[in-house]
């Protein structure tokens, strides 16, 4: 019926266009209860742990998520001054390009330092398990 069960069971039916063709419309939806992290290139309904998850919506990179960008050799080196305690740290940072993603997961009370192989422009996202999704173009 191009319906799945829980939107059967909930009565809320949600159309699924994907666009697809540009990695760069990529959406990221984070699992609170442990930290999966599911990526589309369209708008979907994605469950995990028992729960329906919301689709993380970005914010530019401010105050203590700036996301500083160096490039050393055919590489992006992506570092992030954030506290990285077991309460409050950046989950993951993905390099999203026209063709691809590429996330490299984090963990609590490590720096955060990334390197990347240059694929062209983009966007670098950084996700806050406190404050959500992070974005700078590239």
């Known amino acids: 019926m191009g319906i799945s069960i829980a939107e059967l069971l909930t009565g809320d039916y949600r159309q699924n266009d ?4 540009n990695m760069r419309n990529v959406h990221f939806y984070v699992c609170p209860v442990c930290g999966n992290i599911i990526t ?3 708008h979907g309904t994605y469950s995990c742990c028992g729960i329906t998850l919301p689709e993380a919506e970005w914010e530019e990179a401010k105050d203590e998520h700036i996301v500083n960008i160096e490039t050393i050799d055919n590489e992006y080196y992506i570092s992030v001054q954030h506290p990285m305690s077991k309460q409050h740290y950046i989950s993951f940072v993905a390099y999203v390009t026209s063709s691809g993603v590429e996330i490299a997961k984090q963990y609590p009370e490590q720096e955060v330092q990334v390197r990347f ?3 062209g422009h983009g966007y670098i996202y950084a ?3 406190r404050h959500g999704l992070f974005r700078v173009r590239l």
């Open 18 to 21: 994907n666009p697809s063709g």
């Open 40 to 42: 589309s290139v369209g």
């Open 117 to 119: 192989r240059k694929k």
């Open 127 to 129: 996700y806050c398990n």
